[in-house]
């Protein structure tokens, strides 16, 4: 009996929901497999023009065909044949079931044909790395095949920028826009603002809840709508007064067309006054319209802080120009990006220095206050990216702050409010270690989590972010 076999039959009876677990890892070891058989036979087809021969104007369109599977899927599916022939140790690593077919799409992805050959140590990663984290590690290649800490993928980036409007099935119109990473990031933040900000207004002096903070996405959706309508109110205002204006420049004109005594007056009348008169009308406040914003906006401007609108993480060397072997040149998702990026936008933005130790720790004096300080926590934030929880990306946004051994105000043996006792953990996670019995021990860099029963779930041991 077959491996797959194995698993239908246990499948087709009662399962316990550790086997049913195991069935799954089983069936992803499986998929591994047919995927790497299935790019290794498609690559052999392309290449002997097989789709030619049937009529196909390629190899995705006869796919598409002959599988049942949808064009964008074909696509997919073809690219990672030319990946896995031109680096058979990936599929080689697919097949044994230490990476996904989402690990070769990453590669395909961002990895040019011709680089392949060089790019052997991405199979390495990707066998400890999930496929978001081999993005990044292969965007980083390309920036170091190119050899000019990044430039041409910025220009490359820059030029490939595009927003696209279309309509849906279900009736609704959808906006799909592509920029550099930088620029996206400071995008994401303007839209996250003002979706707090109508947040807020409607629901002042109270937090979200669990619920209403899933409905992010319809959140944004609002704000991208409330962002366009204060620009166009903006628009018509400011078009409104340039027409006022216009207007009454034209009833000057008529006036001295005609000839009549006002303007005659007005002409002959002795220079300084009618400088003075110039003046008193410069002095008087000017009626401005002000933008129409949508009714639910209450909240001032004023009141609201400085809010950083973007962060990158780069290492001194290379923010002064010298290409380090190992710098760090990222956004805060990992992202790499151009030191001459970088260098760009910090001439409009304030320097946050911190030191990193040679592990990528954040290194501090100790302290023994409770409460993280603002820098604690963006040093915390800058470190970890997302939740610490073994296996868990979600944002550093939608995390809380928690400390590893607990604080207790005048013991000795309490946890210190210092970062190698912090670490990121998402509400369900913190919950999990707080209220379900979950354990989290050792330091920040390397900690054990423990099951409600005591058994070792996960180790982690951390380098670099």
């Known amino acids: ?79 990672r044949a030319k990946v896995i022939e031109a680096l058979p140790e990936l599929g080689d690593a697919l097949a044994a079931g230490e990476i996904s077919s989402a690990h070769v799409d990453a590669v395909a992805g961002i990895v040019p044909v011709p680089l392949l050959p060089k790019a052997a140590k991405l199979v390495a990663a990707a066998k400890t790395s999930t496929p978001e984290e081999l993005t990044h590690k292969a965007q980083q290649l390309v920036i170091d095949n190119d050899g000019d800490g990044g430039a041409k993928r910025a220009a490359r980036l820059k030029a490939r920028q595009a927003v696209r409007f279309f309509d849906l099935d279900s009736g609704m119109r959808a906006m799909f826009g592509e920029w550099a990473p930088e620029v996206t990031a400071g995008i994401e933040r303007a839209v996250d603002l003002v979706a707090n900000e109508l947040w807020r207004a409607e629901h002042p002096n109270r937090n979200p809840t669990r619920l209403e903070e899933t409905s992010l996405k319809y959140r944004r959706a609002e704000a991208v709508s409330e962002i366009a309508r204060r620009l166009l109110a903006g628009a018509e205002a400011q078009a409104e007064d340039e027409s006022d204006a216009a207007a009454d420049a034209g009833g000057h004109d008529d006036a001295r067309a005609d000839g009549s005594g006002a303007v005659a007056d007005d002409a002959s009348a002795p220079a300084d006054e009618a400088d003075g008169a110039v003046a008193d009308t410069a002095d008087e406040p000017v009626a401005v319209k002000a933008p129409i914003t949508s009714k639910r906006v209450t909240a001032k401007a004023a009141k609201q802080g400085p809010s950083l609108a973007l962060a990158v993480l780069i290492d001194f060397q290379t923010l002064t120009g010298v290409l380090a072997a190992n710098g760090i040149c990222e956004l805060f998702d990992g992202t790499p990006i151009s030191p001459d990026t970088v260098r760009r936008l910090a001439c409009d933005a304030a320097l946050i220095p911190m030191v990193l130790g040679s592990r990528g720790e954040v290194l501090n004096q100790g302290r023994r206050i409770y409460l993280p300080t603002v820098g604690q926590r963006y040093a915390v934030a800058v470190r970890d990216r997302h939740c610490a929880f073994p296996g868990c990306r979600r944002p550093a946004k939608w995390t809380d ?65």
């Open 1 to 79: 009996m077959g491996v797959l076999e194995a698993l239908e039959a246990i499948a087709s009876g009662p399962m316990s929901v550790s086997q049913a677990g195991a069935v799954v890892r089983g069936v992803a070891g499986v998929h591994g497999r047919a995927d790497a058989v299935h790019a290794k036979a498609l690559a052999v087809f392309a290449r002997g023009n097989g789709a030619a021969s049937d009529g196909a104007t390629d190899t995705a369109a006869w796919l598409a065909a002959n599988t049942k599977t949808s064009g964008r899927d074909a696509s997919r599916a073809v690219k």
């Open 401 to 465: 702050v928690h400390h590893i051994v607990a604080f207790k105000p005048g013991a000795a043996t309490g946890g210190k409010t210092d970062l190698d006792n912090l670490l990121l953990l998402c509400d369900k996670h913190h919950h999990m270690i707080h209220e379900q019995q979950w354990r989290l021990t050792g330091t920040a860099m390397d900690f054990d989590v423990y099951r409600p029963d005591g058994t070792l779930f996960d180790h982690v041991t951390r380098g670099p972010p």
